[in-house]
């Protein structure tokens, strides 16, 4: 499952998205942390084949991180020892006035925001890196062989993060990666910028928004979130009326899920029979392999062969039947790419 941080500089609706949230899942009150099953047409289609005793849909927690407050340190130090937790972050963006609810003075700007947000991950980077790098080269001992290794390639980290102010490019060997991982990096971590609109379609500093967001390869997406958690208040008809007053398209946080996915490099495979259909998320690019410890380590330990196939083929023919005798169901070894939809079956022995 994956975590989700959410976070932003103060009043710009962080609680509000976590109500949405609750209502989306059906909660009567907020929680600090809620878990939500992810929308799956592809599962609901298995579902309808297999007609199956047990169904598992993957599953997204979101957390209230707190707030990123300039003025504030300690609510900012508060808010990064929660998202040193999370697999992926939520920037909430404000892009609507209100006389009830102040901006934090000289962010009353989108485009100001998400810098000042963005400012302050760098800066808790850096010093984090400089940090370690500082206790390493003043040890009143001998450095071991990995802290020496440690030592040189963080040097090389924190010239890289100080020069580019991101690690977009920066090339690292899987001990390295596993190595900096450890540390829970803002600069690490994927990234969503989720736009808190009001009843306008667009909001000033757009363009300039959507360029840090490509620079910094991040999701992006808009959702009028106080208006949404009102709107699923509502019953279907009257929601309707309303949505169509009001101009909205979206006031579920689908869109947002599907973003925080592809920032995060996951895709979905799927196990299903009559027992069970399971919807479960990978990284993109895993093996058979790979697929087979997601599920459990011991189907991994004595892995044999996978057979697979893809969701198009089952969702047009209606039947493994079919596939079997249309020659659709392949049978593969431990190193073969697995794609996104697909039917995984592991044969295995231990």
């Given at each position: 499952?994956i975590?989700v941080g959410?976070?932003?500089?103060?009043f710009?609706?962080?609680?509000k998205?976590?109500?949405l949230v609750?209502?989306?899942?059906?909660?009567?009150?907020?929680?600090e942390?809620?878990?939500?099953?992810?929308?799956d047409?592809?599962l609901?289609r298995?579902v309808?084949?297999?007609?199956p005793?047990?169904i598992?849909?993957?599953?997204?927690?979101?957390m209230?991180a707190?707030s990123i407050?300039?003025?504030e340190?300690?609510v900012t130090?508060?808010?990064?020892s929660?998202?040193?937790?999370?697999?992926s972050?939520?920037i909430?963006?404000?892009a609507?006035?209100?006389?009830?609810?102040?901006f934090?003075?000289?962010y009353?700007?989108?485009?100001?925001?998400?810098?000042?947000?963005l400012?302050?991950?760098l800066?808790?980077?850096?010093?984090l890196?400089e940090?370690?790098?500082?206790?390493?080269?003043?040890?009143?001992?001998?450095?071991?062989?990995?802290?020496?290794?440690?030592?040189s390639?963080?040097?090389k980290?924190?010239a890289?993060?100080?020069?580019n102010?991101?690690?977009i490019?920066?090339?690292?060997k899987s001990?390295?990666?596993?190595m900096?991982t450890?540390y829970?990096l803002?600069?690490?971590?994927?990234?969503?910028?989720?736009?808190?609109k009001?009843?306008?379609?667009?909001?000033e500093?757009?363009?300039?928004v959507?360029?840090?967001?490509?620079r910094?390869?991040?999701?992006?997406?808009?959702?009028?979130?106080?208006i949404?958690?009102?709107?699923l208040?509502?019953?279907?008809?009257?929601?309707?009326?309303?949505m169509?007053?009001?101009?909205?398209?979206?006031?579920d946080?689908?869109?947002?899920?599907?973003?925080?996915?592809k920032?995060?490099?996951?895709?979905?495979?799927?196990?299903?029979?009559?027992?069970?259909v399971h919807?479960?998320e990978?990284?993109?690019?895993?093996?058979?392999?790979?697929?087979?410890g997601t599920i459990h380590?011991?189907?991994?330990?004595?892995?044999?062969?996978?057979?697979?196939?893809s969701?198009?083929?089952?969702d047009?023919?209606g039947?493994?039947?079919a596939?079997?005798?249309?020659g659709?169901?392949?049978?593969?070894?431990?190193?073969?790419?697995?794609q996104?939809?697909d039917?995984?079956?592991?044969?295995?022995?231990?």
């Amino acid at each position: 499952m994956i975590t989700v941080g959410v976070t932003g500089l103060p009043f710009v609706g962080k609680t509000k998205l976590m109500e949405l949230v609750a209502r989306y899942t059906g909660l009567d009150r907020i929680e600090e942390r809620i878990i939500v099953k992810v929308p799956d047409s592809r599962l609901e289609r298995l579902v309808e084949i297999y007609n199956p005793k047990k169904i598992t849909p993957m599953e997204m927690e979101f957390m209230d991180a707190g707030s990123i407050d300039p003025t504030e340190d300690k609510v900012t130090t508060r808010t990064f020892s929660k998202l040193q937790e999370v697999d992926s972050v939520v920037i909430v963006i404000r892009a609507f006035e209100s006389e009830a609810v102040p901006f934090v003075e000289g962010y009353e700007k989108p485009v100001d925001q998400l810098k000042g947000v963005l400012d302050i991950f760098l800066e808790r980077d850096l010093k984090l890196l400089e940090g370690r790098i500082d206790r390493l080269k003043n040890a009143k001992r001998k450095l071991s062989n990995i802290e020496e290794i440690e030592l040189s390639f963080l040097e090389k980290a924190l010239a890289y993060l100080k020069e580019n102010k991101n690690f977009i490019g920066f090339e690292m060997k899987s001990d390295e990666r596993k190595m900096i991982t450890g540390y829970s990096l803002m600069s690490m971590k994927p990234k969503v910028v989720l736009i808190n609109k009001g009843e306008n379609e667009d909001y000033e500093g757009k363009e300039e928004v959507l360029k840090i967001v490509k620079r910094e390869e991040m999701g992006y997406t808009e959702l009028p979130i106080g208006i949404a958690a009102e709107l699923l208040e509502l019953d279907e008809e009257d929601r309707k009326v309303f949505m169509e007053e009001y101009k909205v398209n979206e006031i579920d946080i689908e869109p947002l899920m599907k973003e925080i996915m592809k920032v995060s490099n996951l895709m979905v495979f799927y196990t299903a029979g009559e027992k069970e259909v399971h919807a479960w998320e990978v990284k993109r690019g895993s093996t058979a392999l790979d697929v087979a410890g997601t599920i459990h380590s011991d189907i991994a330990r004595g892995f044999i062969r996978a057979e697979i196939f893809s969701f198009d083929d089952i969702d047009r023919e209606g039947s493994e039947k079919a596939l079997k005798e249309k020659g659709l169901i392949r049978v593969v070894g431990k190193d073969h790419i697995v794609q996104d939809g697909d039917i995984v079956y592991i044969r295995f022995n231990v």
